[in-house]
T-cell receptor, first 114, second 114 residues
């Protein structure tokens, strides 16, 4: 696609439910990044993929968070047993190579946990 | 670890006036520096970046920034702002040559007053 695509754009879920957020990177981009943006805050780095491998998962906020990526394509971020503090905008970015010199961001998924 | 400080959470300026958005960073290793802009309900767009070479970098929409290693700063400037520049501006840093995600500041909301 022409840009990074994320779905859904908005998600309202009940506390305790699981949610799955999807990111479609720019075709040919080998690296993919997930960030969380809480209201009034900067972006918080969560995890990155080089291909389908995530070298470091220590940025994930808790063990309720997991992510996977199929080849150099779609990635999903899953949050289990959602809590109200998970409410945020989740942004995905992709880069041609994993050097961060030019990251392209999607429009994000706004997650609201009620 | 790196950190980014954006000293002003909000900057109001009159249309056609100059503006400077301040950014300071902390890192024990060489870094790349970035400014991103986020318009309402949109993802982040790269304004400009410093990778190496000239310390004065020019970006889109008439913005420029100057890397000052001794002061660990990367302030963003524009000589004359327009209403359309109203947005959230984020300064970010990453380790030179590293693959981990960007470390962002908390953002500065630029408010253009007519």
């Amino acid at each position: 696609g022409a840009g990074v695509s994320q779905s859904p754009s908005n998600k309202v879920t009940e506390k305790g439910k699981d949610v799955e957020l999807r990111c479609d990177p720019i075709s040919g981009h080998t690296a993919l990044y997930w960030y969380r943006q809480r209201l009034g805050q900067g972006l918080e780095f969560l995890i990155y993929f080089q291909g389908n491998s995530a070298p470091d998962k220590s940025g994930l906020p808790s063990d309720r968070f997991s992510a996977e990526r199929t080849g150099e394509s779609v990635s999903t971020l899953t949050i289990q047993r959602t809590q109200q503090e998970d409410s945020a905008v989740y942004l995905c970015a992709s880069t041609l190579v994993a050097d961060n010199t030019e990251a392209f961001f999607g429009q994000g998924t706004r997650l609201t946990v009620v | 670890a790196q950190s980014v400080t954006q000293l002003d959470s909000q900057v109001p300026v009159f249309e056609e006036a100059p503006v400077e958005l301040r950014c300071n960073y902390s890192s024990s290793v060489s870094v790349y520096l970035f400014w991103y802009v986020q318009y309402p309900n949109q993802g982040l767009q790269l304004l400009l970046k410093y990778l190496s070479g000239s310390t004065l970098v020019k970006g889109i929409n008439g913005f420029e920034a100057e890397f000052n290693k001794s002061q660990t700063s990367f302030h963003l400037r524009k000589p004359s702002v327009h209403i359309s520049d109203t947005a959230e501006y984020f300064c970010a840093v990453t380790v030179r040559g590293g693959a981990d995600g960007l470390t962002f500041g908390k953002g500065t909301h630029l408010i253009i007053q007519p």
